[in-house]
T-cell receptor, first 116, second 110 residues
Framework: NAGVTQTPKFRVLKTGQSMTLLCAQD?????MYWYRQDPGMGLRLIHYSVGEGTTAKGEVPDGYNVSRLKKQNFLLGLESAAPSQTSVYFCASSYSGVAGVYNEQFFGPGTRLTVL | RKEVEQDPGPFNVPEGATVAFNCTYSNSASQSFFWYRQDCRKEPKLLMS???SGNEDGRFTAQLNRASQYISLLIRDSKLSDSATYLC???????????FGPGTRLSVLP
């Protein structure tokens, strides 16, 4: 039982390049999330998904796209990377989205992205 | 005002000390509350959920005051391994509305 995994762990991009971050979970969770974490800012929600085939915008969605073609996978894409997207990206999943009902989030180990 | 605010820290305490973390939230519609811990360069991990009646897990005690929109975490007999950043997390209504506080860093010193 691997929990939540993320690939890659590290990546360096040049401005304007594109890339996709992959998140996978083996807990059969319905809900999945992408966050970014910057110093002093806490985690901020980029996009989330409440089930296979559905996605929605979070607090800071600009410059990112996502897809959830399979229940266990949630992909985050950067179409044209910018230095402002240098950050640590965390994926998370939860069984439920209903407050108070098994909605604790489980996080992957993170992807450290640097955009030059 | 930020949605979730925490003590700015860092807290530097000796082993065996008792340390308290405070967190306030601005949205009265908040439904679920959590404390996560995050070790340096690692992912956040759930420490404990916070229930209305307060709850305890070993050396850790969490309290919720809905009227004051305030959450606390008390660590008793602190260990070196408790050194981490503690994140207060508030869930507004549904799973997508998790709001994380900026965290308070704790260093337990020998």
């Amino acid at each position: 039982n691997a929990g939540v995994t993320q690939t890659p762990k590290f990546r360096v991009l040049k401005t304007g390049q594109s890339m996709t971050l992959l998140c996978a979970q083996d807990m059969n969770h319905e809900y999945m999330y992408w966050y970014r974490q910057d110093p002093g800012m806490g985690l901020r929600l980029i996009h989330y998904s409440v089930g296979e085939g559905t996605t929605a915008k979070g607090e800071v969605p600009d410059g990112y796209n996502v897809s959830r073609l399979k229940k266990q996978n949630f992909l985050l894409g950067l179409e044209s990377a910018a230095p402002s997207q240098t950050s640590v990206y965390f994926c998370a999943s939860s069984y439920s989205g209903v407050a108070g009902v098994y909605n604790e989030q489980f996080f992957g180990p993170g992807t450290r992205l640097t955009v030059l | 005002r930020k949605e979730v605010e925490q003590d700015p820290g860092p807290f530097n305490v000796p082993e065996g000390a008792t340390v308290a973390f405070n967190c306030t939230y601005s949205n009265s519609a908040s439904q679920s509350f959590f404390w996560y811990r995050q070790d340096c360069r690692k992912e956040p991990k759930l420490l404990m959920s916070v229930y209305s009646s307060g709850n305890e897990d070993g050396r850790f005690t969490a309290q919720l005051n809905r009227a004051s929109q305030y959450i606390s975490l008390l660590i008793r007999d602190s260990k070196l391994s408790d050194s981490a950043t503690y994140l207060c997390v508030v869930n507004i209504r549904y799973g997508q509305n998790f709001v994380f506080g900026p965290g308070t860093r704790l260093s337990v010193l020998p």
